[in-house]
C-alpha cells in the first residue's frame, strides 16, 4: 500500500534540520574559532546531512561568522605561545583543510622572529648554557625539529646558546 508523503512536513523538517545545524555551529564557533573543515567534521558526527551542513557553513561564511583568515591567524597564535615552530604549525593547518597561500599569508603578517622562539624554546626546556658535547648538540637539535622550528632558525637558538656561555 503506497501512504502519500506530505512534501510540507519533510521541508518543515529540513529547515528545523538546518536551525539546529545553525545552532550547533554557532555555539561552536563561539568557544573559538574553526576551520571549514572541522565544523563540517564535527557536524557531521551530529548525522546532519551533507546539503544542510554545506549550506550553513555557506551562510555563516556570508554573515562574517566563519573566516578563514581569522581561524588562521588565531590558530598561529595559539601555537606560537605553546612555542611551536613554523613547520608544525603549516602542517597542523593544513591538516585542518586549510590551504597553503593562506598559511603562508597568516605565517608572514604574525611577523614573529623564529629564530628568537626557538632560542627561548630551548632555554625553557635545557637551560641558558648551551650543549657541551656533540651528542647533547644534537638531542635539543631533534627536540626543536620535533617542535617544527628550521634548521636555520635551530642554529640561530644554539648559537644564542653558546653566545651566552
Known amino acids: 500500500m503506497l501512504v502519500p508523503i506530505k512534501t510540507e512536513n519533510v521541508y518543515e523538517s529540513s529547515v528545523e534540520h538546518s536551525k539546529a545545524c545553525r545552532k550547533k ?15 563540517q567534521r564535527k557536524l557531521s558526527s551530529r548525522a546532519y546531512s551533507r546539503d544542510i551542513i554545506d549550506g550553513v557553513l555557506d551562510a555563516l561564511e556570508v554573515d562574517g561568522f566563519l573566516e578563514e583568515a581569522r581561524f588562521v591567524e588565531s590558530f598561529i597564535r595559539g ?7 613554523p613547520t608544525r604549525i603549516q602542517a597542523d593547518l593544513m591538516h585542518r583543510g586549510i590551504n597553503e597561500a593562506n598559511i603562508q599569508t597568516g ?4 611577523q614573529q622572529d623564529w629564530g628568537k622562539l626557538a632560542s627561548d624554546v630551548r632555554c625553557k626546556r635545557f637551560g641558558i648554557t648551551g650543549p657541551r658535547e656533540f651528542s647533547e648538540r644534537a638531542r635539543q637539535m631533534r627536540f626543536l625539529q620535533y ?19
Open 147 to 165: 617542535r617544527g622550528f628550521e634548521r636555520d632558525q635551530i642554529d640561530i637558538a644554539l648559537d644564542l646558546a653558546d653566545d651566552s656561555d
Open 25 to 39: 555551529a554557532l555555539d561552536l564557533l563561539a568557544r573559538r574559532e574553526h576551520s571549514r573543515l572541522e565544523l
Open 79 to 85: 601555537r606560537i605561545s605553546k612555542g611551536q615552530g
Open 107 to 110: 605565517l608572514e603578517d604574525i
